[in-house]
């Protein structure tokens, strides 16, 4: 093996490795596919007056190369490290990086970067071996994906709250008195009657603001002093559940914890359900809990959000968890609170 710096009549060898690569690791979604042409006039001109090295092996076939560019004054980029499959396992790789780093000390270069698709599991591990951190993100997305999920996040919401009391009139009460402070719009409140130990409170608002029904939930457990219980559905995709007791969380339940950003281990585990505490303060069957509850990485990994929901509450033999506001006014009995 010989790694070399590359002349300009090195291009044709290293251009074919170059469209090897560009063939075997599809360029980044956000950039779209690659124009070749407009790349190799770049590689020509990193091998005329930038950084260039070619690997070769023993019989002088073009089997690898690194290219790399001053950026500023003290920083620079490597733009390119590839070695054909055929070679890959030898230390060409190993040594290209050498070979560019000494390149960076004559240019008084200290810190350099690169980019790698996060497909590419391979560069990225030997990366990682030789001590690159992610620095920035690239995240990527399509135009008519997040509008469907922007668009139909307040619309496809929907939750219910539910006390473990008897006294629907300290329900109503309770409801009255907070109720004005949430934001304008709102086309009020319902109470149902107690079913199954249990008295439901549905509102406008909340419905279609998951952090509003959050408040609700937590003020009338606080004024009431029973076990609260908010069950919901987020943007048709999540199935959220939270415990309070007096006012505080003891339990919360997210059917894709890390669904809004990645989180800490520990909030992670958070999210899981406790099948213990559920048991205590719902009487719910803790096997049964661990069953329903369970958590993916992604919603598809898990049945619809209106069945898990539905699968949750049978569990806690928890009615009417499953109705929004706007089908709340069919429950018999049920306060109607204006605002």
Request: charged share 25%.
């Amino acid at each position: 093996m010989n790694v070399r710096r590359a002349a300009a009549e090195d291009f044709d060898a290293i251009a074919d490795l170059w469209r090897q690569f560009d063939h075997e690791i599809p360029p980044p979604t956000h950039e779209g596919p690659a124009d070749q042409e407009t790349e190799l006039v770049e590689v020509r001109e990193i091998i005329a007056s930038e950084v260039a090295f070619l690997a070769e092996d023993d019989d002088g076939t073009a089997v690898g190369f690194a290219l790399a560019r001053r950026r500023a004054p003290g920083f620079g980029t490597l733009t390119d490290l590839y070695v054909a499959n055929e070679a890959r396992r030898s230390g060409i790789g190993t040594e290209l990086m050498r070979q560019v780093l000494s390149a960076f000390r004559e240019l008084e270069i200290e810190h350099f970067d690169l980019e790698v698709v996060a497909s590419n599991h391979v560069a990225r591990s030997l990366y990682a071996r030789w001590g690159f951190k992610d620095d920035v993100i690239v995240m990527t997305g399509s135009v008519s994906g997040l509008e469907e999920r922007l668009g139909s996040q307040e619309a496809s919401s929907f939750g219910s709250i539910h006390l473990q009391s008897d006294d629907l009139s300290a329900v109503e009460q309770a409801v009255r008195q907070f109720v004005p402070r949430l934001p304008g719009g709102s086309r009020g409140s319902v109470v149902a009657p107690p079913r199954g130990g249990w008295i439901a409170v549905y509102d406008d608002v909340c419905d279609r603001n998951p952090e509003m029904l959050r408040r609700l939930a937590r003020e009338l457990s606080d004024r009431i002093g029973a076990v609260t219980l908010l069950l919901g559905v987020e943007r048709e995709e999540l199935v959220r559940m939270i415990l309070f007791e007096r006012g505080r969380i003891v339990d919360e339940y997210l059917s894709v914890p890390e669904f809004y950003g990645p989180l800490p281990p520990g909030d992670v585990i958070g999210l899981a359900a406790n099948p213990t505490v559920m048991s205590r303060l719902t009487g719910a069957d803790p096997e049964a809990v661990r069953r329903v509850a369970r958590t993916a990485p992604s919603p598809a990994d898990l049945p619809p959000a209106r069945e898990l929901l539905a699968e949750l509450a049978g569990v806690l033999r928890v009615e009417g968890a499953g109705t929004g506001w706007a089908d709340s006014h069919e429950v018999d009995g049920s306060v109607r609170i204006e605002r």
